[in-house]
Nanobody, 120 residues
Framework: QVQLVESGGGLVQAGGSLRLSCAVSGRTFSSYAMGWFRQAPGKEREFVAR????????YYTDSVKGRFIISRDSAKSTVYLQMNNLRPEDTAVYYC?????????????WGQGTQVTVSS
């Protein structure tokens, strides 16, 4: 059983920064590509960023490019999302997810989410 536990959310003013963490347990961390998603009130869940198993390939949705950085630490079995220059429209519940196969096929495991609120 794979478990993902997010942390690091909170309330921040526009222009501020937060770093989200997602600790993975239960299986070999390096077996999974990892992703971050978010869901704002009244909206569908959307993709934010993903990182390859080796950590050398990353991809971001356009709205966060240049502001967010996804990274992973194999020694800690943790994936991070550094969020800079936050905007009110970044307010959402953020979820991390793990993909055992290609991310094109979807993600197999999800965390419970962490709330990020950006005030204007």
């Amino acid at each position: 059983q794979v478990q993902l536990v997010e942390s690091g959310g909170g309330l921040v003013q526009a222009g501020g920064s937060l770093r989200l963490s997602c600790a993975v347990s239960g299986r070999t961390f390096s077996s999974y590509a990892m992703g971050w998603f978010r869901q704002a009130p009244g909206k569908e869940r959307e993709f934010v960023a993903r990182i390859s198993r080796s950590g050398d390939i990353t991809y971001y949705t356009d709205s966060v490019k240049g502001r967010f950085i996804i990274s992973r630490d194999s020694a800690k079995s943790t994936v991070y999302l550094q969020m800079n220059n936050l905007r009110p429209e970044d307010t959402a519940v953020y979820y991390c997810a793990a993909a055992a196969g290609s991310t094109i096929l979807g993600y197999n495991y999800w965390g419970q989410g962490t709330q990020v609120t950006v005030s204007s």
